[in-house]
């Protein structure tokens, strides 16, 4: 995590080779591009989740699969992105979008990257000024993709995990009261209920590692993995345990791959 504060520190040096990328997104809203339009932090790159951190969605894949490595690399290029200068990602809901580009990038190999805490809400309390309209192109990068930074499980690894599995999504769609997306509902057989927004205190910045490690012990013990409904707010709770001190993988098909699988049990309530 990077606080607003420090970032306007950061941004202010002249030495410092930060770069931004807002990742403006929330499923059911198209408009992340007009949102950035009207109003982003200075000098930051508008990133695209659906084009640019995912490959196309299918039932055998789930919504959100992970990109493949070129095409990742192609990415962080045009986003000027280079090996071993910093980056600061943001999104304007609680770092709920802005955490599956940290995951990636991290997954990626590139290890200096961070979330800005409480994203654009928090700049802006900060004082931070916005720039509207569109950036000029960044110089082209020149960043290395190399997957395996962070750990990922299919879904045979997520049905025999030895461990805490933790489901991220809402408690009603792992109870299986409701489910708005996916062709089935409910969750993993086995699978623990974690709530992302649970991550957060009431103004969408992180709770406290001390909250979130007694939050997190409090559910189970062994080695974690996550899953949500396609592998994006699952990422946010990656970035939750990290700052509670846990190592956690993912599951990136998630419920979204899961559950369009009939041979899957499905466990409710």
């Known amino acids: 995590m990077i606080s607003a504060d420090d970032l306007r520190k950061m941004l202010s040096d002249s030495e410092s080779r930060v770069h931004l990328l807002d990742v403006r997104w929330v499923l059911g809203d198209p408009d992340g591009p007009q949102h950035y339009l009207d109003g982003h932090i200075p000098g930051a790159v508008f990133v695209d989740m659906e084009t640019e951190l995912a490959a196309p969605g299918s039932p055998a894949r789930g919504r959100h699969p992970l990109p493949e490595p070129s095409h ?29 580009a940290w995951w990636l990038l991290r997954w990626a190999g590139h290890t200096d990257v961070r979330i800005l805490d409480g994203g654009l809400p928090a ?83 992180f709770k406290s590692a001390a909250d979130l490690s007694a939050r997190f012990a409090g559910l189970g013990s062994g ?39 009939p041979d899957r049990p499905v466990a409710t309530a």
């Open 123 to 205: 700049w802006e309390r900060a004082g931070g000024a916005l720039a509207t309209g569109n950036e000029p192109d960044p110089e082209p990068g020149d960043v290395v993709v190399t997957p395996g930074g962070m750990p990922v499980i299919d879904a045979d690894e997520a049905a025999a995990w030895d461990g805490l599995l933790l489901d991220a999504r809402a408690g009603e769609r792992y109870r299986g009261e409701v489910e708005p997306i996916d062709p089935r509902a409910g969750h993993i057989p086995g699978a623990v209920s974690a709530p992302t927004a649970e991550n957060l205190t009431a103004d969408g910045t």
């Open 223 to 261: 080695p974690v993995a996550v899953y949500c409904g396609s592998g994006v707010t699952a990422a946010h709770q990656i970035a939750a345990l990290a700052v509670a001190g846990v190592d956690a993988a993912l599951y990136p098909g998630s419920w979204s791959q899961w559950s369009n699988d």
């Open 72 to 100: 990742l690399q192609k990415c962080a290029r045009s986003w000027g992105l280079r090996t071993g200068e910093p980056v600061v990602i943001y999104d304007a809901n609680g770092g709920l979008a802005a955490a599956r």
